[in-house]
């Protein structure tokens, strides 16, 4: 092959790669709604509560975010010198169910964990350990969703403006494989530089 040839093709080749590997513009859009298992997890006792909210469903999203998964609650009438206590009760699922705006797809993905330690009438101690993987991955059409739990704020005593919560992060990519340029597109661009080297090779032979 010719060196013009090589010139000439390179950027034709360039050009074929960027149009095959583009990916489309614009932040990919869907909805999530986070549920607990349970709205209230009683203590060992039974006296005492720790109560969750089931947040309603989060407006169209636009790209990655942070979002609630519940807030947290304590509820207790015990005495601090008793308090209510959570060594064998506290176990909660919380779920996501995202629907993808584009293909009207959706899909769930769950988070267990378990709640510990005391609250009574005037103090809290609760503590939070995630019992499952911390990350999750949902594919919905050609969008992937990555959800991260936590991290996790203890909650106040009873009295206390101060709720707990459980926070969550979702990240999302688009997946897509752009089509490449049409067959008949191929062959046009190859024919012209074809074309183009053909012409230059003869002009160059009359002129010597």
């Known amino acids: 092959m010719s060196r013009l040839r090589k010139a000439l093709l390179v950027p034709v080749a360039v050009w074929l790669l960027v149009a ?27 006296s005492g509560l720790i109560k969750l909210t ?3 469903a989060g407006p169209i999203t636009s790209g990655s975010s942070d979002v609630a998964a519940t807030n947290i609650k304590t509820v207790s009438s015990a005495d601090p010198e008793v308090p209510d ?34 609250f009574s009438a005037h103090n809290a101690n609760v503590t939070n350990k995630f019992t499952d993987q911390l990350t999750k991955t949902l594919t919905l059409d050609k969008h992937t969703y990555t959800v ?28 897509q494989i752009e089509k490449v340029p049409e067959p008949s597109t191929m062959a046009l661009a190859l024919f012209g530089v074809s074309s183009l080297g053909a ?3 003869r002009r160059r032979r009359l002129a010597a």
Not at 88 to 115: E, P, R
Not at 148 to 173: F, L, M, Q, R, W
């Open 85 to 118: 206590t959570l060594n064998v009760q506290g176990a909660y699922t919380l779920t996501v169910q995202i629907t993808d705006i584009d293909s009207g797809l959706s899909g769930q993905l769950s988070f267990a964990g378990k709640l510990g330690g005391t």
């Open 20 to 46: 095959a590997s583009q990916a489309q513009a614009g932040l990919i859009n869907y909805k999530y709604n986070w549920a607990p298992s349970s709205l209230g997890i009683a203590g060992d006792g039974g």
């Open 54 to 56: 089931n947040e309603p």
């Open 199 to 201: 012409g230059w090779w």
């Open 148 to 175: 991260t739990i936590g991290p996790y704020t203890p909650p106040g005593p009873p009295d206390s403006e101060n709720k707990g919560a459980i926070s969550s992060h979702i990240d999302v990519s688009n997946i």
